[in-house]
Nanobody, 116 residues
Framework: QGRLVESGGGLVQPGGSLKLTCVASGFPAATWSMNWYRQAPGKERDLVAQITSLGGVAVYADSVKGRFTISRDSTKTKLYLQMNSLKPEDTAMYYC?????????WGQGTQVTVSS
């Protein structure tokens, strides 16, 4: 069964940067949608950014366009989220997600807190 392990979260000042990493293992060869979601306390889990295992055009939530960048490595085993110009409203638990044919796999989440 596929597994996802996230890292890179932490406490950062407003305007600062963080880079999240998700390492994947045990996934079959296929065209996967590779995604970052986030969930703040009392709110729904929302899609932040998306890319496919083949590459293609990345898709971003309006709230993070111009600040966040999603990317993957050439082996398709790592997914990254570079977060710049962080705001307090970016504070959330961030999750990586692999999706294929309606089947979802989730990481354990990594906490990002933006506060002065």
């Amino acid at each position: 069964q596929g597994r996802l392990v996230e890292s890179g979260g932490g406490l950062v000042q407003p305007g600062g940067s963080l880079k999240l990493t998700c390492v994947a293992s045990g996934f079959p060869a296929a065209t996967w949608s590779m995604n970052w979601y986030r969930q703040a306390p009392g709110k729904e889990r929302d899609l932040v950014a998306q890319i496919t295992s083949l590459g293609g055009v990345a898709v971003y939530a309006d709230s993070v366009k111009g600040r966040f960048t999603i990317s993957r490595d050439s082996t398709k085993t790592k997914l990254y989220l570079q977060m710049n110009s962080l705001k307090p409203e970016d504070t959330a638990m961030y999750y990586c997600n692999w999706r294929y044919n309606g089947v979802d796999y989730w990481g354990q989440g990594t906490q990002v807190t933006v506060s002065s």
